[in-house]
T-cell receptor
Framework: SQQGEEDPQALSIQEGENATMNCSYK?????LQWYRQNSGRGLVHLIL?????REKHSGRLRVTLDTSKKSSSLLITASRAADTASYFC???????????FGKGTSLLVTP | DVKVTQSSRYLVKRTGEKVFLECVQD?????MFWYRQDPGLGLRLIYF???????EKGDIPEGYSVSREKKERFSLILESASTNQTSMYLC?????????????FGPGTRLTVT
């Protein structure tokens, strides 16, 4: 069952700009994860933020989590053309094993 | 680095054929997963396995079965392929429960059923 929902569905920016994607979910979570998928490829894990964390950084990525609003955001700073991909948020499912993925935000970064 | 491999990148099968999709991981992960990905629907879980010979249904198991005889290998079986099973199939593995750890994905198999 899909729990996370990303917003916007599509985002187009120029190189050097920042890109912000949002994710909302419905039930309580233990952690929230962000993944990237280049066209026609598998997903790559970017970052995991636990429910007791509010913000996490990894290189040019900044993730925030607001459990009271059941939402998260992914910020990519100083975007590059290579950041062009789809980005998915995922929350741990009720089984504790599988993830519930959103439908993704498609990011296009133009030179 | 964790490596998850899938037997084929592209596959074309006919309606009614039995189809096997193979997935192998090399990091001794306990859990393995099969998802399908369709435009506008995102990723949907078909089956997962948390141990050898153990399996659990995901959100859309109908028309599929799985096999996990060895820890490193997880197979997805389409008993009688139908055109509505045309999709991108993604295999993933994780060390243990995803309450703590991320999943690692294979490159995907794009299956077309004609």
């Amino acid at each position: 069952s899909q729990q996370g929902e990303e917003d916007p569905q599509a985002l187009s920016i120029q190189e050097g700009e920042n890109a912000t994607m949002n994710c909302s979910y419905k039930t309580s979570i233990n952690n929230l994860q962000w993944y990237r998928q280049n066209s026609g490829r598998g997903l790559v894990h970017l970052i995991l933020i636990r429910s007791n964390e509010r913000e996490k950084h990894s290189g040019r990525l900044r993730v925030t989590l607001d459990t009271s609003k059941k939402s998260s955001s992914l910020l990519i700073t100083a975007s590059r053309a290579a950041d062009t991909a789809s980005y998915f948020c995922a929350t741990d499912g009720s089984s504790g094993y599988a993830l519930n993925f959103g439908k993704g935000t498609s990011l296009l970064v133009t030179p | 680095d964790v490596k998850v491999t899938q037997s084929s990148r592209y596959l074309v099968k006919r309606t009614g054929e039995k189809v096997f999709l193979e997935c192998v991981q090399d990091m001794d992960h306990e859990n393995m997963f099969w998802y399908r990905q369709d435009p506008g629907l995102g990723l949907r879980l078909i089956y997962f396995s948390y141990d050898v010979k153990m399996k659990e249904k995901g959100d859309i198991p109908e028309g599929y079965s799985v096999s996990r005889e060895k820890k490193e290998r997880f197979s997805l079986i389409l008993e009688s392929a139908s055109t509505n099973q045309t999709s991108m199939y993604l295999c993933a593995s994780s060390f243990t429960r995803v309450t703590k750890y991320e999943q690692y994905f294979g490159p995907g198999t794009r299956l077309t059923v004609t």
